[in-house]
């Protein structure tokens, strides 16, 4: 009998257990994705905002902000080299050429061929590094979480960086 009590106060707590450890494994999953943290070795996206029907002060829009297009980066490290390519449109990749790598989020590249087509030539903490005297696009991004919204028809005033 004292086996049998034993058996089914274990199977209990397996029970909670499970009920308690997916959900907060799933949050915590989640979570990591939000924040964009973890992504592809080498890899790195910038999600930005277009400003409708207004225009950008500082990092104000007078207008409606949309989401705008994402640019991902990759990082050849070993060859000095980043691709990148604007999700989903149809354009060929481009890339970037005597990059100095330490790894996909901290890089910075010289002014090359390509630069144009670029939103940076650097990355810092996995962030876009602006610089008025490069010949890039010009562009404001905010958190994966914040575009998501605005692609999927929210509308809210996310900080733009």
Partial sequence: MCFLEFQLTMQSRRFKFRWVAIPVLCLLTAFIWASDRITLQGERTVYTVKCV????????????????????????????????????????????SGCEIEDGRNWRC?????????ITLGMSNGEPLKNPTWPTRDFY???????VLLDLGFKHSPSVK
């Fill in 110 to 118: 010289p002014i090359g061929p390509e630069a144009s087509k670029s």
């Fill in 141 to 147: 991004s905010v958190p994966k979480t914040s575009w």
């Fill in 53 to 96: 029907d207004g225009k950008w002060d500082n990092n104000s829009c007078s207008g409606e902000i949309s989401a705008g297009p994402r640019f991902r980066y990759r990082a050849l490290k070993n060859r000095g080299e980043i691709l990148f390519w604007v999700l989903g449109v149809s354009e060929p990749s481009s890339k970037l």
